[in-house]
């Protein structure tokens, strides 16, 4: 398999626009931008820098159209805010970075992978980004040919690690665990008729395969379960399983658009927040701008960041990001996370003195931490995941979280959690990955 290390991409092989002239127009030029340029190259402020030192440049991997753009736009924004501050503080070992931005149009398996090999080609030294974990796993081999890192900012289901890959977000025992134990406890209403709803593909259904084993250790068996294509639509259907059910709360792992006709089922089922409440892992502020309040508002959602996070740190972030992309925008944990993980890139660049990705990894592994408008990130250097908080907020009329319940400190990742993959460790210190039995996932993973 070839390797090719990065290097600067050919001039003039990519169109450019500064981001500021763009955003000048309102943030819709600046999509719009985004979606006409393949890939569109952000250049940021770079004051102070050395004229005339090339740029490096950055590949992110964001659909701007499709399901997923609900999701996946913010967390590019907030990626081009880390450009633009690394930038102005003097860039990368004395060279600018630029952001390549091309749009995989929330097409996970086809589409994903083959922008990230135009990235690669075009030099992009690293790469950031995907949504879906069917849209990592598609990139991991392009990451692999390229010698290439891909950060990845979303809370996914585990039961993989790769030397390609640094995880930003959290692993099932980091986001749903605590949640299910947040929902056996009094504060959670001793609830134990558990609905498990998600769209299908692999991060559902490997969660809800970690859920269910987790449940019958307790001897509890989920009251039903539902998976239905990203992008479905029509849900009374499975509103009226809920109810027959008798379910008294629903953990939903659906993406994308899905939840705005979820919720609107719900809401017109008749299905009271009080009674069987909704808790979310992939619903954030930025999906909640799209939801109906009277349709969301006592749900729930389990996180590690909320914007409704206290300190001075998460204030000054939310009101920076804001003033760059426009006062009606809102922050979330897919996009701290990809935030903190291009601060993260640029520390391990700086402990390493190169870009090259050997020399990288070898500085993540150190341990590397990062101040986080949530609080401190910190490299798990055994599985490259990171050290993450639970934090667990009910949605409130204005499409924020009133956070009901945190964990006392971050929680170290398990990828793979031994109730569900006995026998399965991951230690890159010690050799990488230890195999245990092949364990079945039900659906096409």
Same mark, same amino acid.
Request: glycine letters at 8%; hydrophobic letters at 40%.
């Given at each position: ?46 004051? #102070? ?16 159209? /499709? ?34 931005? =091309?749009?995989?149009?929330? %097409? ?5 992978? *083959? ?7 075009? #030099? ?16 991991? =081999? ?33 986001? $749903? ?15 134990? *008729? $558990?609905?498990?709803?998600? &769209? ?28 239905? =294509? ?11 399983? $809920?109810?027959? @059910? ?23 089922? #008749? ?8 808790? &979310? ?22 996180? @590690? ?16 990001? %804001? ?10 944990? =897919? ?17 390493? #003195? ?12 150190? /341990? ?19 050290? *993450?908080?639970?934090?667990?907020? %009910? ?44 364990? %079945? ?5």
């Amino acid at each position: 398999m070839p390797r090719h290390e990065p290097h600067a991409p050919v001039s003039g092989a990519t169109p450019r626009l500064t981001r500021r002239r763009a955003l000048s127009a309102g943030s819709a030029a600046t999509l719009a931008a985004a979606r006409l340029l393949a890939p569109a190259v952000f250049t940021g402020c770079s004051a #102070g820098l050395p004229s005339g030192r090339r740029p490096l440049p950055l590949g992110l991997l964001h659909s701007q159209t /499709g399901t997923l753009a609900i999701s996946e736009t913010s967390v590019r924004d907030a990626e081009i805010l880390a450009v633009e501050e690394i930038n102005a503080a003097g860039g990368v070992l004395g060279r600018p970075l630029e952001v390549m931005c =091309p749009d995989p149009k929330s %097409r996970s398996a086809d589409l994903f992978p *083959k922008r990230a090999r135009q990235l690669c080609e075009r #030099g992009a030294v690293a790469l950031f980004g995907c949504w879906t974990s069917t849209s990592r796993k598609a990139v991991i =081999p392009v990451c692999a040919e390229f010698k290439r890192l891909l950060f990845y900012p979303l809370q996914y289901e585990g039961n993989e690690s790769s030397e390609h890959v640094v995880y930003g977000g959290s692993v099932p025992n980091q986001q $749903i665990l605590p949640a299910v134990d947040w929902l056996f406890s009094s504060a959670g209403g001793r609830r134990r *008729k $558990i609905f498990l709803l998600g &769209s299908d593909y692999v991060f559902p259904r490997t969660a809800n395969l970690i859920v269910k084993k987790y449940l019958r250790a307790r001897d509890i068996e989920p009251v039903g379960e539902a998976y239905l =294509p990203l992008g479905h639509t029509q849900f009374r259907g499975v509103v009226e399983m $809920i109810d027959a @059910s008798r379910a008294d709360c629903v953990l939903s792992t659906i993406n994308g658009d899905s939840n705005i006709a979820f919720f609107e089922a719900l809401a017109a089922g #008749g299905i009271d927040a009080e009674k069987v409440p909704v808790v &979310s892992t992939s619903v954030g502020e930025d999906e909640l701008r799209n939801l109906a309040p009277e349709h969301v508002r006592g749900h729930y959602a389990a996180w @590690s960041y909320f914007q409704s996070v206290p300190g001075a740190a998460n204030r000054s972030w939310v009101e920076q990001f %804001r003033r760059e992309f426009g006062y009606d925008r809102v922050t979330s944990d =897919p996009m701290e996370a990809a935030y903190a993980l291009v601060h993260l890139w640029k520390l391990a660049v700086e402990r390493a #003195g190169s870009v090259a990705t050997d020399a990288v990894r070898q500085a993540l592994r150190e /341990g590397l931490e990062v101040a986080a408008p949530g609080g401190p990130l910190r490299v798990d250097p055994k599985t490259q995941h990171c050290a *993450k908080p639970f934090r667990l907020g %009910r949605i409130r009329a204005d499409r924020q979280f009133d956070i009901v319940h945190e964990s006392a400190g971050p929680i170290e990742p398990d990828p793979y959690p031994q109730i569900a993959f006995p026998g399965w460790k991951c230690d890159w210190m010690q050799g990488g990955l230890e195999r245990g039995a092949e364990v %079945r996932i039900d659906g096409d993973v």
